[in-house]
């Protein structure tokens, strides 16, 4: 569910390899018939029970690498078992004028866990779902191995013991906002902002909060909004992590603490950003904390410093484009070529770092991929009336938070700008490392490369 939509802030303030193969969705059935739509990744001793919030369903979370790759990072170390809440996705839904109570939503957890045969599992979850995980692990403390909560609330609505919380009489109008938003792709964009930068990635979201639910669906996060388990934390025995992002404009980090301060021997860790969401951000950070509360081993840190293949590809005469096209016409081309870049890198196994105007930054784990998707994408940009020019090199690079920074950067950057219309220009280094590929390549001589030392050997990808 994690519920926050554009402008009602107002209101409530006075890195991991993607999956390949997809799960298969199957169902279970509550005792009153409903059903849950649910899957198993991964084949590892210990079960974790993840129910996957609204805003986007367990059949289109593999239409995003970023989130596939963290439920595979999840399955490196558990059995995965996710599912649609109640009202959700592919689950059955829920008459917005008759919700339930929190404990349909709980009775869901165990029915799931016993249609997969799982007698004994840690749950994890965010947002409005963390209630109902709540409520099951103090009701059946002896099928809970551990507890994750990540921007969780116990209580939403202000009182003395919560004085942070929303006030009451803005629920409604809070509740309003979301509404109002649902399906414009906002929603997404305020609980996982880092998810949502672009026009496009906009519109990708809008499509999953349509297809995971209608803006009447509302009325279930305002029954969480409304409820309060802050009388059962104290009976919760299972070992609980709390996890807040001190920016989240949606469960504020008071939330966090409560809960933590209330659940005996549970172990709080507050995090830097501002998403709502579980797997936005930088995610890595959350599941290493996952990994060792649940497992008592913390992942190996990952350097800073690794060898990539870096891609810069850019427009070639981009500026006469808009002046022809006019400014409507050229933003549609260039969302167009967004989505194409975006689509080739997926194939290749790219990583999208950065979006500059009319190019883009990438890197890959192997130069003969970059290669073929620069390739890819110089030859499918033509039926968008386009060429670009593309250079690569392979070299460290240092990762700041999702960008790239180093040595290897500029020196791609300096052979794009070399390279002609339809052009994949690359170092000496590349062709060195994809020998014996079949990759041919045309002589370019040496050049100075600005502000790089030297005379560098450069190659044009042939056709």
């Known amino acids: 569910m994690g519920w926050f939509a554009p402008g009602a802030e107002l209101l409530h303030r006075t890195d991991c390899a993607a999956v390949t193969d997809v ?52 399955a490196s170390f558990s059995r995965v078992i996710t599912f649609d ?66 921007n969780a609330y116990a209580r939403y609505l202000r009182n003395e013991e919560c004085p942070w919380g929303l006030r009451a009489d803005l629920l409604a109008a809070y509740v309003a906002v979301i509404q109002d938003a649902w399906g414009t792709g906002l929603v ?73 301060s209330r659940i005996p021997g549970a172990k709080l860790v507050e995090l830097p950003g501002d998403d709502n969401f579980l797997f936005a951000g930088r995610p890595e950070e959350v599941l290493d904390e996952v990994q060792e509360f649940v497992t008592g081993i913390r992942p ?31 933003r549609e081309t260039l969302n167009g070529y967004d989505e194409l870049v975006r689509r080739q890198l997926e194939r290749f196994r790219g990583r999208h770092v950065k979006s500059m105007g009319d190019g883009t930054l990438a890197t890959f784990d192997g130069p003969a991929r970059a290669i073929e998707c620069a390739r890819a994408i110089a030859e499918t940009v033509k039926g968008l009336g386009l060429d670009i020019r593309a250079g690569l090199h392979t070299g460290e690079v240092e990762a700041r938070g999702e960008d790239v920074a180093g040595i290897a950067v500029h020196i791609a950057a300096r ?49």
Not at 123 to 137: D, T, V
Not at 238 to 255: C, K, N
Not at 303 to 327: M, N
Not at 430 to 449: C, K, M, N, P, Y
């Open 85 to 150: 809440p109640r009202g959700f996705g592919s689950s059955g839904r829920v008459d917005p004028s008759a919700v339930p109570a929190v404990q349909a939503w709980m009775d869901d957890l165990g029915t799931v866990m016993d249609t997969v045969g799982s007698e004994r599992a840690a749950l994890l979850s965010w947002g409005e779902s963390a209630m109902a995980a709540m409520l099951f692990a103090a009701t059946y403390p002896q099928r809970v191995s551990s507890l994750v909560l990540v």
């Open 415 to 463: 052979v794009s700008e070399l390279a002609v219309a339809g052009e994949v220009l690359v170092s000496r280094t590349v062709t060195d490392l994809v020998a014996g590929s079949g990759i041919e390549f045309e002589d370019r001589g040496d050049h100075q490369l600005k502000g790089i030392p030297g005379a560098w050997r450069l190659f044009a990808v042939k056709p």
């Open 188 to 260: 997404t964009e305020t609980l996982a902002p880092s998810m949502v930068r672009t026009d496009d990635a906009r519109r990708r979201w809008a499509r999953a909060e349509r297809l995971s639910a209608s803006p009447d669906a509302t009325a279930i996060p305002r029954a969480f909004l409304a409820s309060d388990v802050t009388q059962i934390l104290s009976a919760i025995q299972a070992p609980t992590l709390v996890i807040s992002r001190q920016g989240d404009r949606h469960v504020r980090p008071e939330h966090s603490r409560y809960i933590a």
């Open 300 to 330: 190996a840190p990952v350097l800073d410093r690794v060898l990539a293949t870096v891609v810069f590809t850019d427009i070639v005469g981009s500026t006469e484009h808009a002046r022809k096209l006019g400014d409507r016409r050229w």
């Open 23 to 74: 799960p298969a969705t199957r169902y279970a059935t509550t005792v009153e018939g409903a059903y849950l739509a649910y899957q198993v990744l991964g084949d590892r001793p210990m079960d974790l029970v993840l129910p996957v919030n609204g805003g986007f369903a367990i059949e289109l979370i593999w239409e995003e690498p970023a989130i596939s790759a963290c439920m595979s990072r999840l």
